[in-house]
């Protein structure tokens, strides 16, 4: 039929239908319709005028119906609504309709095969017509809910995992669902994810032909979508990771072409990330043969793709870079975790020099990107004769970009996991760095803050929304879509400076780069974002720039009083330490170290009984909680014991910082006693040293009794 023929059909059954009187005037007419066309030869308008004559009511009732026309397959009046939903689902307008969402479940039923009465080849077209319409719902924020609410995500990972008629679109779908939605994707059934693994894990294995690397980005795809535990449940081992462990292994000791490596690479990598490098361990042979292997050939990328090239040579290379970067990080965790490694000395030997190599190339690398767009100065050496050839002009706003692309940023990452863990190796390199590092992460703080804004105006509009009855959700969504990008540089340094500000020369070239103001602004943001709930990580964070303030008082007291950032934080001790959550033990011995630290190194008129008497007596509460009788023995409380390994330090140091202060601030002591703190400790001294108090638990008694005693007989 030619398509002056065809169009003059469709006019005339459109005509038609609006005047037709029943149900079966309509099915025939739509039954000569779809005879004559097929739905993706009609254009848009065509495909509207048909909606605007038929909607979605007619399309309800076929799907419901189960009375059919004497002689005609039983699923007719459902073939036709497919067909109709398969021409509605090609127009943009109509995929997110409430109606056509509505339909998953059909849909579902269709991918399943429950239509058994219908031949092969009907029963493959409706298949196919089930499929067209999960691609034009897939292709909606909409849609991706539906799909993963409705349950489509499990059938389509039985239909794949069953090698089902058109498995192949059900892994596109999946695929696309995981792109645009992650985690949330498995959410409805995890099991599901591991059913669509293990299939593809096991192709992956045995495959011997050119679709081997096609399933290892499909795979990169998934795992970079996973709703897998990371690599800090070191107990976890999901069902395909022992096959793609072992197929990666034997992939790794072939002799690879560069694209080929980069693609291996990069699934080591997303691997890595997921489950740790503790999957090189899990291969069957060569156990530490393939970790070595894996690191060197990482540190390898690193060092070729780093070292003498250009800023734009490096950049096109940034996908590759990323990939050995979680590598080399994975594997400066495992060994630091202190795993069990089936390694000699030697070999550590051999994988520390290895990553030497590449961290020294990194440092090269962000060096020569300081002095090449325009922050020179900050990585100036008095003693060094290096002239610097600027390759390329560039204006300030490309500059901007460089310093700001996600390769500097991981690069960045990964160094900061080194300096936490190497304080020795690479120091001096690193301590010239520094004030290029901060510069960075000034600019990175800066964007958290302007997004902190944002946040918090998103939020206003929601409230706007929700009372003016208007889109609530879609206001929220776009409030987190604008901070949805924010990188937290900080984060990644703040372990290593907690290292570095005890070293002289690093600690006053930090100092000299504003270290104290910056810190000083990313404690308050980290304590906003920990009060209200939006960042898990804000806890640990938080933790870690207490010890780098602690860190500084003992080594710089002088900066508490001429730092204002200080006095800020005395304030925020002596005001919100009370207010912590009594079984939040780790953020609460944190603050109270830092405060005591302060108070005891502050002027008598900033730590007065009114300002600082409600800090104290939280203090004596909190300190005395750490240990409770238990028959007859005295023992670490039960909501300390969890956390005591990390905790029993602190304990300890605030003890002792808390007898200094009882001795230096006059009004103290009577605070203390009217506790009722000296009469339990009385107490608990008069017991033999046996009844399971360790020496220093002992000792830091004594002194709190030592010095309220002092005081006393003063």
């Known amino acids: 039929m030619d398509e002056k023929k065809e169009g003059s059909v469709l006019l005339h059954c459109l005509k038609t239908l609006k005047t037709a009187k029943s149900d079966t005037e309509i099915f025939a007419l739509l039954l000569l319709v779809t005879k004559a066309l097929q739905a993706e030869k009609l254009d848009s308008t065509d495909r509207k005028r048909l909606f605007e004559a038929i909607g979605f009511d007619f399309i309800d009732r076929l799907i419901i119906s189960d009375e059919v026309p004497e002689g005609c397959p039983d699923y007719t009046y459902k073939a036709l609504a497919l067909t109709l939903l398969a021409c509605y689902s090609t127009e943009p307008q109509l995929q997110s309709h409430s109606s056509m969402l509505s339909k998953v479940s059909f849909l579902n039923e269709i991918i399943l095969g429950n239509f058994c009465s219908a031949a092969e080849v009907e029963s493959q077209k409706l298949v196919d017509e089930a499929y067209q319409c999960l691609f034009g719902l897939a292709s909606t924020d909409a849609g991706w809910n539906h799909l993963i609410n409705g349950r489509t995500v499990s059938v389509l990972s039985q239909a794949f995992s069953n090698s089902s008629y058109g498995h192949d679109r059900s892994l596109q779908l999946l695929l696309t669902l995981v792109s645009a939605c ?9 099991e599901d994810e591991n059913m669509v693994l293990n299939k593809l894990a096991t192709e992956f294995s045995v495959d011997k032909t050119k679709r081997k690397f096609e399933l290892l980005e499909i795979l990169v ?26 197929a990666l292994a034997e992939l790794l000791k072939n002799k690879l072409g560069g694209q080929q490596r980069e693609q291996v690479l990069k699934l080591c990598s ?6 740790g490098i503790g999957w090189t361990i899990n291969a069957p042979q060569d156990q530490a043969k393939i970790l070595l292997l894996l690191v060197h050939l990482s540190a390898i990328e690193v060092r070729m793709n780093l070292e003498d090239c250009d800023l734009k040579q490096v950049e096109a290379k940034a996908s590759l870079l990323c990939s050995c970067y979680s590598i080399l990080e994975g594997a400066i965790h495992y060994m630091v975790d202190g795993l069990s490694l089936p390694l000699t000395a030697t070999q550590i030997g051999q994988l520390h020099s290895a990553m030497l190599g590449a961290f020294s190339a990194v440092i090269v690398y962000l060096d020569k990107l300081a002095r090449e767009t ?7 050496d008095d003693s060094s004769n290096m002239e610097l050839e600027i390759t390329e002009y560039r204006t300030d706003e490309e500059n901007k970009k460089y310093r700001s692309s996600l390769l500097v940023h991981a690069s960045v ?6 300096m ?15 004030p290029f590092l901060l510069q960075l992460c000034q600019d990175s703080c800066k964007q958290l803050l302007d997004a902190e804004t944002r946040k918090d105006e998103g939020d206003a509009d929601c409230e706007e929304a929700a009372d003016g009855n208007t889109d609530e959700s879609n206001a929220r969504m776009h409030a987190s879509k604008e901070t949805a990008d924010v990188f937290d540089l900080m984060r990644f340094l703040v372990p290593g400076l907690c290292h570095l500000v005890t070293d002289d020369k690093a600690r006053h070239k930090l100092l000299n780069s504003q270290l104290v103001p910056l810190l000083g602004q990313y404690f308050r943001y980290h304590w906003r974002q920990c009060s209200s709930q939006r960042c898990a990580d804000s806890k640990v964070t938080l933790v870690t720039t207490c010890a780098i303030f602690q860190n500084l008082i003992l080594t710089e007291p002088k900066l508490v009083s001429e730092e204002d950032v200080f ?25 109270l170290v ?3 630290f302060l108070v005891r190194n502050s002027t008598p008129e900033q730590v007065t009984a009114r300002l600082a008497g409600t800090f104290f007596c939280r203090a004596v509460d909190f300190l005395r909680s750490a240990h409770a009788s238990s028959k007859g023995q005295l023992a670490v409380s039960e909501k300390f014991m969890m956390h005591w390994e990390d905790l029993e330090g602190l304990w300890l140091l605030a003890m002792q910082v808390f007898s200094a202060c009882i001795r230096e601030l006059r009004w103290l002591p009577d605070l203390v006693r009217r506790t009722g703190w000296q009469r339990c400790l009385k107490q608990i001294l008069e017991r033999p040293p046996a009844s399971g108090v360790n020496d220093e638990t002992w000792n830091a008694f004594e002194n709190i009794i030592n010095s309220l005693e002092s005081i006393k007989n003063s």
């Open 594 to 596: 830092l405060g005591l």
């Open 413 to 418: 990452r990964v160094l900061g996991a080194w």
């Open 420 to 434: 936490a863990e190497e304080t020795l190796a690479l120091r001096q390199d690193v301590v010239q760095l520094l």
């Open 567 to 591: 006095k800020e934080l005395l304030c925020f001790c002596l005001s919100t330490f009370h207010t912590i959550d009594e079984d939040d033990v780790i953020i609460a011995s944190n603050v």
């Open 221 to 246: 795809i998934l795992l970079l979508g996973s709703a897998h535990k990371s690599q800090a449940d070191s107990d976890y081992s999901p069902p395909w990771l022992s096959t793609l462990s072992e």
């Open 182 to 190: 992650g985690p949330a994707t498995w959410c409805k059934k995890p």
């Open 270 to 275: 997303v691997l890595t990330e997921l489950v």
């Open 374 to 380: 325009g922050m020179a100065d900050l990585v100036a």
